[in-house]
């Protein structure tokens, strides 16, 4: 099993950025293809962003293309999702989530095992 921590959520105002860190702990961080979803209040939870467990591949969501970067420290076991220009609609709870394998690739999005406790996101307008 691995574990997720999330940090680095907050309150930011719109055009604003943050950078939210997920640690990985308990198995080997580069056998792991890692994502970001977020869930918003009264609505279904989404990815934002997915990266290959080597980091040779990312994908975004097309609402966050161009101001949204993921990426992965293998020495630190993290992956970062760095915000740029965030918007009120970013404003959600936004989770860490991990899936054993080892091909490349980005998983698909009902594929994940592991989940972090998740980190809120708040931008005002």
């Known amino acids: 099993q691995v574990q997720l921590v999330e940090s680095g959520g907050g309150l930011v105002q719109a055009g604003g950025s943050l950078r939210l860190s997920c640690a990985a702990s308990?198995?080997?961080?580069?056998?792991?293809?890692m994502a970001w979803f977020r869930q918003a209040p009264g609505q279904e939870r989404e990815v934002v962003t997915a990266?290959?467990?080597?980091?040779?591949?990312?994908d975004y969501a097309d609402s966050v293309k161009g101001r949204f970067t993921i990426s992965r420290d293998k020495a630190k076991s993290t992956v970062y999702l760095q915000m740029n220009n965030l918007k009120p609609d970013d404003t959600a709870v936004y989770y860490c989530?991990?899936?054993?394998?080892?091909?490349?690739?980005?998983?698909?999005?009902?594929?994940?095992?592991?989940w972090g406790q998740g980190t809120q996101v708040t931008v005002s307008s």
């Open positions: 308990g198995r080997t961080f580069s056998n792991y293809a």
């Open positions: 990266i290959s467990r080597l980091g040779g591949s990312t």
């Open positions: 989530a991990a899936k054993w394998r080892l091909v490349g690739g980005i998983v698909p999005n009902n594929a994940y095992d592991y």
